[in-house]
Every structure is written in structure tokens, then in C-alpha cells.
């Protein structure tokens, strides 16, 4: 694990300068975010002693427990983490006597059925029962989003072994996920994942997802920070090494962590349960802390300020510290009621402050820095295309990747491309897209030139350019909606009837868990069922409309409820004439 004075060459060396040798020329001076509270803390509102009560104790093994007399309402999924600790069966070898199982044989009994549907998770595998049974989803972590060209040959051919059954998606969290898996498979997996110097540990379930950075991290000219150490030392530090960290595996719901770089906000911090935006204190760099983040069926908010700031090199007491506050006091009763937002709405951000410093080593937690180094006039970079670098010399090419899938032919050209265009490695976005760095302006004609850009294009249509897409129904259990190949062929449909100005991000999730993140989306469609005119039940999308990213952040509201997926095409059209400068195009009288 890289060490924090490892950390010191990757900080700006004179931040305020940085800050502002970065500006772009003629641009007004920039309005800071984060206002800051007095010097002096306030004092907490009242909160009971009982409620703030570690609802856990450590037991052999390292393995948080929730206690005795908290064990009253529990949701299912507490319940089989009570029956049998999940991490066992990386930590203890499980895995590799419940791989030799047939899966018939494994659903027989509830213990080990169990163990397929929910416990494997911890070990980023996601059983496929509705859709492709017998067969699993593996979630990588992917600090950063940064991979090399032979992990990707890799994987690659874990799918290609699967032939129809196998292919992989770029997700909205900087990841790749591949599908196809059998159980039998799964230890020579695990074994091959490491050593490409990959892990699927801790990525699903009651676990921090893969940490996300900006994906032009050390090459962007207008970067403020470089978020690739950050990344790596907050995935090694919460997984132990791909070890397994049992201190962090017993969380109440799913925690999201990104570190900002840029002013672009590629990060998208406000939808992160824990966002590091870099900030100068006293003549220092570190970052302020944004809290609370999240999106879920019943309910989405935007991070709120926590008032605390660390310095740059000192970044991982902070996240123990408000990991070990969600783990030791969420609510572990209604599922949709668990993320850390509900827990600071109860307790009010001040105490939960007060929870977090409590648990910092020292226990002192600074006051925010008045201000970050996020310039709010930021216009939103496109990083589709050929771009130059930092360096001279060098350019990246960010590559449009259709709703995030590709295909194991796919993945071997994209590591071909990495080394004979660039230096072996690949950039992942939480968009799906694809970025490849460090190409020599002398071979980008021929890079260009490649067939594979024929279809992983780097200069999409407008509409085409902000699409993304959940898994949808062709392989996910909980989607209820197919949506990849609807998404665009909706789009295409879409682009028939009107041309749009400027690009219009549509995102499309296949049920209310929103992976899809439609409500950070200028369009969202989550999907749903309705009854068509003639009273067919259909498949169908509630429409949202007004999400934004960047610093005027701002998550989207419902627009329309239950449009049967067949009549959605007009309506976007219409929308987007009416909202986002669309004009209609001329149609052919032939024209269907």
C-alpha cells in the first residue's frame, strides 16, 4: 500500500498559484464553494447516549457483529450476514469447497443458496438466477479507472471463454464488470485477477465501491490535483491489500468514495457518500469533505458539507473515521432507510461530525478551509476525442463506448491499441467510456485509421455522446425493463425526428435502484410497467428531466410517469424542442 509520504510529489507545489496558473485567461475570477462555520465548533444538538451506542462488537477473526439487542427488525440481508460471515469465504478459503458444488446441489440448502445469491457478493460475484442461472457477474475494483492493457487482455479471456454467454461492461463507477461466470471457475479467477494485480474483493453489497478519480488524471493541462495516489491508497486501504479488511465489511448499506482533481467534477462528488474537493488551508493543500451523497429507490440527495478538511497527505483517518461511525450506528432495519444520508438526517450533521472526530486517532477533526479550489464558471469539458496532454508531445483520445458494453474482441483490440498507440494502459469513465493516453501526435492519423474506432468512436453524435445505460433485464434479476439496446435505439429514433445543438446526457436504468443514475442525467427514463391503451401490461419508464453536474450540481425531478417504452421517442423529441433548443428535422414523405 503506498504510504502518505509517498503522497507529497502528486501535491501542487504552491496551491494558491496552482489554483490560479490554471484559470483559464479572461475568465472571471472564480466563486467558491463550500462556505466554512466559525473557527469554533458549535455545540451538538442533543442525541441520546443509548442511540449513540456502538451497535456492533469485534469478534475472532477480526469480523464486525452486530450486537445482541440490536438484532430486533432486521432487513433479510442482515439476517444471513448474522447466519454466517460473508468474508469467510475469502478470508477462510470458502470459496474454493463451495466452487466444487454443483449449483443444483447448493440450492438445496438455504445456508449455501445463500451463500450464491448473497454472500459471494462480498467477493464482487453476482448470481445471474433469474436470467442466466448457474452463471455469475464479476465487479472488479478499479481505483481510478485507470487499467493496463494486460488486465484487460485478461479479462478479455476469462469472457471469451464463454463464449455467447460472456461480455463485459464499463460501469458508472470507473469499473469494469464481466459476465459469463461459472462457479466452478471462480478460484482460478480469483488466482488470475491477482496476478494482473486485480481484485474483486469488496465490491458488492455492504462494501465501499471502487473508488473514483478524474479520468485524465496526470495528463489533463487544467487538472488541480492528481487523483490517482488518493484512489489507490483509499482501494488498498479499505480492502487491505485485496487481503480482505474486515473492519469494512459489515457496513449497514453500500458506501461510494471519489477524490475530485479537476473542475470538470468528472467525479460527480455530490452523488458520493464521501467526496474529497481539494482545498488550501493555511498554506497547505488538502481537501474539504462533502458527506451523504447517495441515490436509491425512494430517495435521492445531494453530499452536503461535513465542515472538515484534511491535508492531502494525510486522507485515510478520516474515511476510517466516518466509515466506522456508518458501520457502528447506521440503522440496519428498512433497506431503503440505510445509506449514510439517513443516518445523518437522524442524528444532524453536527453530531455525526462530532461521531466522526471521535473516532479520528487523534480525535480532532479541522474546521473546513473557506474556501476550495473549484472554479464554478467552469465550462464542462468534453473528453470524447483527441485532446492534448500536459505532456508535450502526447494527446489522449477518449473513445465513446455504446451504453458501456463491449465484447471480448473488443477488450483484445482495446489492449492492442493501449500498447502499440499508448503506453499499456486504459482510462475508464464513470460515463462508460473509454480514454486512451499517451498517444504520440505522429501516430494519431493512424490510431484514427483503426476499425475498432468504427465502432467505439471517438466523435459521437450529440445525442449518442451523453448515453448511458444499466444493465437492464437481459441479465439483472431487479431491472425491470430491458434497456442498453433500447436506449439507443430510442436515441436513434430520436435523432430522426429532431438535431439538437449541443450534446443532451440521457441515462436510462432498468428499475428504481437507479444504477443508471438517471437523476444526475439532463434525461433520465428509470424503467417500470404500465398498461398500454388497449390495457396490455407493457414495459414503460418514468421520464426526469433537470439533472446537472459540474459545480451548479443538481439532481433531476419526474417529469412524466409510466410511458409505455414504445411512445417514449415523440416525447423526447418534443422535449428536447422545448427544453434544450432542439429543432425538427425535415422527414421524407416516405419516411415511417
Given at each position: 500500500m503506498a504510504s502518505s509520504a509517498s503522497l507529497q510529489r502528486f501535491l501542487p507545489p504552491a496551491p494558491h498559484a496552482a489554483a490560479s496558473s490554471r484559470r483559464r485567461p479572461g475568465r472571471a475570477r472564480?466563486?467558491?464553494?463550500?462556505?466554512?462555520?466559525?473557527?469554533?465548533?458549535?455545540?451538538?444538538?442533543?442525541?441520546?447516549?443509548?442511540?449513540?451506542?456502538?451497535?456492533?462488537?469485534?469478534?475472532?477473526?477480526?469480523?464486525?457483529?452486530?450486537?445482541?439487542?440490536?438484532?430486533?427488525?432486521?432487513?433479510?440481508?442482515?439476517?444471513?450476514?448474522l447466519e454466517k460471515e460473508p468474508m469467510g469465504l475469502f478470508m477462510e478459503d470458502g470459496i474454493k469447497e463451495l466452487a466444487k458444488v454443483p449449483i443444483e446441489e447448493i440450492?438445496?440448502?438455504?445456508?449455501?443458496?445463500?451463500?450464491?445469491?448473497?454472500?459471494?457478493?462480498?467477493?464482487?460475484?453476482?448470481?445471474?438466477?433469474?436470467?442466466?442461472?448457474?452463471?455469475?457477474?464479476?465487479?472488479?475494483?478499479?481505483?481510478?479507472?485507470v487499467t493496463t492493457s494486460e488486465q484487460t487482455r485478461y479479462l478479455a479471456s476469462v469472457i471469451d471463454a464463454y463464449g455467447e454467454n460472456g461480455c463485459a461492461d464499463v460501469t458508472t463507477r470507473q469499473n469494469w464488470q464481466i459476465r459469463g461466470v461459472t462457479l466452478p471457475d471462480v478460484p482460478a479467477i480469483l488466482d488470475g485477477l491477482r496476478a494482473v494485480g486485480l481484485t474483486s474483493l469488496q465490491s458488492g453489497m455492504d462494501n465501499v465501491r471502487n473508488p473514483v478519480g478524474n479520468p485524465l488524471a496526470g495528463i489533463d493541462p487544467d487538472e488541480i490535483v492528481d487523483t490517482?495516489?488518493?484512489?489507490?491508497?483509499?482501494?488498498?486501504?479499505?480492502?487491505?491489500?485485496?487481503?480482505?479488511?474486515?473492519?469494512?465489511?459489515?457496513?449497514?448499506?453500500?458506501?461510494?468514495v471519489c477524490v475530485v482533481g479537476t473542475h470538470d467534477l468528472y467525479e460527480h462528488p455530490h452523488i458520493n457518500d464521501l467526496a474529497y474537493m481539494p482545498a488550501v488551508k493555511d498554506g497547505r493543500f488538502g481537501f474539504n469533505l462533502l458527506v451523504g451523497g447517495f441515490i436509491s429507490p425512494k430517495r435521492w440527495?445531494?453530499?452536503?458539507?461535513?465542515?472538515?478538511?484534511?491535508?492531502?497527505?494525510?486522507?485515510?483517518?478520516?474515511?476510517?473515521?466516518?466509515?466506522?461511525?456508518?458501520?457502528?450506528?447506521?440503522?440496519r432495519g428498512n433497506r431503503q432507510k440505510t445509506r449514510m444520508m439517513w443516518l445523518i438526517d437522524e442524528l444532524g450533521m453536527e453530531v455525526f461530525r462530532s461521531e466522526v472526530e471521535k473516532r479520528m486517532p487523534n480525535g480532532v477533526l479541522d474546521r473546513a478551509a473557506p474556501e476550495d479550489l473549484i472554479d464554478k464558471t467552469w465550462q464542462r469539458r468534453d473528453y470524447l476525442g483527441v485532446h492534448p496532454q500536459k505532456q508535450e508531445g502526447l494527446s489522449y483520445v477518449g473513445l465513446h463506448v455504446p451504453v458501456g458494453r463491449v465484447q471480448a474482441s473488443d477488450m483484445f483490440d482495446l489492449a492492442r491499441l493501449a500498447d502499440e498507440y499508448g503506453c499499456g494502459e486504459l482510462r475508464l469513465t464513470v460515463e462508460q467510456n473509454i480514454v486512451l493516453p499517451n498517444v504520440k501526435n505522429e501516430r494519431l492519423d493512424a490510431l484514427l485509421a483503426e476499425p475498432l474506432l468504427q465502432k467505439l468512436s471517438p466523435?459521437?453524435?450529440?445525442?449518442?455522446?451523453?448515453?448511458?445505460?444499466?444493465?437492464?433485464?437481459?441479465?439483472?434479476g431487479q431491472a425491470i425493463i430491458e434497456t442498453?439496446?433500447?436506449?439507443?435505439?430510442?436515441?436513434?429514433?430520436?435523432?430522426?425526428?429532431?438535431?439538437?445543438?449541443?450534446?443532451?446526457?440521457?441515462h436510462?436504468?432498468?428499475?428504481?435502484?437507479?444504477?443508471?443514475?438517471?437523476?444526475?442525467?439532463d434525461i433520465g427514463f428509470m424503467g417500470c410497467l404500465t398498461k398500454d391503451s388497449n390495457g396490455k401490461i407493457v414495459e414503460a419508464a418514468d421520464i426526469f428531466v433537470g439533472g446537472r453536474v459540474g459545480s451548479d450540481s443538481h439532481l433531476a425531478d419526474v417529469y412524466k410517469k409510466s410511458v409505455p417504452c414504445d411512445e417514449l421517442a415523440p416525447i423526447v423529441a418534443d422535449l428536447l424542442v422545448e427544453k434544450f433548443g432542439a429543432v425538427p428535422r425535415e422527414r421524407e414523405e416516405d419516411e415511417e
Open positions: 472564480p466563486v467558491q464553494c463550500q462556505a466554512v462555520t466559525t473557527s469554533s465548533s458549535p455545540s451538538p444538538p442533543a442525541v441520546s447516549e443509548e442511540r449513540l451506542e456502538r451497535r456492533v462488537e469485534q469478534r475472532e477473526g477480526g469480523y464486525w457483529v452486530l450486537k445482541e439487542k440490536f438484532r430486533t427488525g432486521l432487513n433479510p440481508q442482515e439476517k444471513v450476514k440450492d438445496a440448502n438455504k445456508l449455501s443458496k445463500d451463500d450464491v445469491d448473497v454472500r459471494l457478493k462480498w467477493l464482487g460475484l453476482f448470481h445471474r438466477r433469474k436470467h442466466q442461472y448457474g452463471r455469475f457477474m464479476m465487479r472488479l475494483k478499479l481505483p481510478n479507472g490517482r495516489p488518493y484512489t489507490n491508497l483509499l482501494s488498498s486501504y479499505i480492502t487491505n491489500n485485496s487481503q480482505g479488511n474486515p473492519e469494512f465489511t459489515n457496513l449497514p448499506r453500500k458506501w461510494n440527495g445531494e453530499a452536503l458539507p461535513l465542515d472538515a478538511w484534511v491535508p492531502g497527505d494525510d486522507i485515510l483517518p478520516v474515511c476510517g473515521a466516518i466509515l466506522e461511525a456508518f458501520r457502528d450506528l447506521g440503522n466523435q459521437p453524435s450529440l445525442l449518442l455522446k451523453g448515453l448511458v445505460a444499466c444493465t437492464g433485464n437481459q441479465f439483472c442498453k439496446m433500447r436506449a439507443l435505439n430510442v436515441t436513434q429514433e430520436v435523432e430522426k425526428r429532431v438535431s439538437v445543438p449541443r450534446p443532451v446526457r440521457m436510462w436504468t432498468g428499475c428504481p435502484n437507479s444504477c443508471g443514475q438517471v437523476q444526475v442525467a
